[in-house]
């Protein structure tokens, strides 16, 4: 499961960075001819940081999780995680997308449990219960540990899906639109929850989104994507307190960054037509 064990290399890496995503482009080949979607690539985050991207859709951005997931290898460019090239899946990730991609015939505790069965099989049944149970207790899901997924609301699922990412204490936390399908109050329940989270467990997180106030409420950087094939266009320093409130998205602060991302959002846009 683990990626190659070559050192970064010597000169220009990061000796700082857990993820480190450098010069990495990337062409499909479709039935259309090819279709560059990547464009020389760099994005670092340091260890511990929460890190957002936003772009226009297509601008390649879950074909970026899925590289820096190991799922996928790029044309040219490297994936760094920890100070090992990624060329294969790793079990120090955890995933969660749009949809929580539940399985049905699983009760909720047992879906958490997956990862510790697949990664740490040797953990003995009753400690990954144990741990699985904290989990689902931090996030609200106390007295659901037995039930279906189709019995939990979409906001229920996203939990019990967060908590399935982080079972095995992965390193890297990557996070394809969670909290899209979601309704707007839910949505704002689940940004809170997501700092509760990170106070608790340790993690560095890579998250995509659309929703520009969730990227300055939950991230301490926001990357820009644009172009065809895409690059990062702008990085944005969030200087909003570590421990956020939603009031703190009504301050002039959080306006004046909304506003300057809106019109990197609006440059994106322009480029691609
Ligand atoms: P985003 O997540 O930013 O909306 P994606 O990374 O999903 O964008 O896709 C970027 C572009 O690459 C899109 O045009 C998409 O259709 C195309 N694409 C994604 N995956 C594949 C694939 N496996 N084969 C061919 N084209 C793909
Ligand atoms: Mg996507």
């Known amino acids: 499961m683990q990626a190659s064990d070559q050192s970064p290399p010597s000169g220009d890496a990061n000796d700082t960075a857990l993820i480190d995503i450098k010069a990495v482009s990337h062409t499909f080949n479709t039935a259309n001819g090819p279709l560059p979607v990547l464009d020389s ?88 219960e144990e741990r699985a149970r904290y989990l689902l207790k931090l996030v609200g899901l106390e007295g659901f540990e037995d039930r279906r997924p189709s019995e939990l609301s979409g906001g229920m699922r996203q939990r019990a899906s967060l908590c399935r990412a982080l079972v095995h204490k992965p390193d890297v936390i990557i996070l394809d639109e969670p909290f899209g399908a979601l309704d707007a109050f839910t949505r704002e329940d689940l940004w809170q929850l997501m700092h509760t989270l990170r106070e608790q467990e340790p993690f ?41 409130t939603l009031e703190d998205l009504y301050t002039p602060e959080a306006s004046n960054m909304l506003a300057e991302l809106r019109a990197q959002i609006r440059i994106a846009q322009q480029r691609d037509q």
């Open 41 to 128: 690539l760099d994005i670092s985050i340091a260890e511990g940081k929460f890190t957002a991207v936003v772009g226009p859709s297509g601008c390649g951005k879950s074909t970026l999780t899925r590289l820096v997931a190991g799922l996928m290898k790029p044309d040219s460019g490297e994936v760094w995680l920890h100070g090992e090239r990624v060329v294969s899946p790793r079990a120090t990730v955890g995933m969660a997308f749009q949809n929580p991609v539940l399985l049905e015939w699983r009760t909720i505790l047992k879906n958490v449990i997956l990862p510790l069965e697949i990664v740490n099989s040797s953990m003995p049944q009753a400690e990954q």
């Open 204 to 244: 560095t997180a890579l998250l995509i989104t659309h929703d520009l106030r969730e990227s300055i409420f939950l991230a301490d950087e926001v990357v820009v994507m644009s172009g065809r094939p895409a690059h990062a266009q702008h990085i944005l320093k969030v200087d909003l307190p570590a421990k956020r």
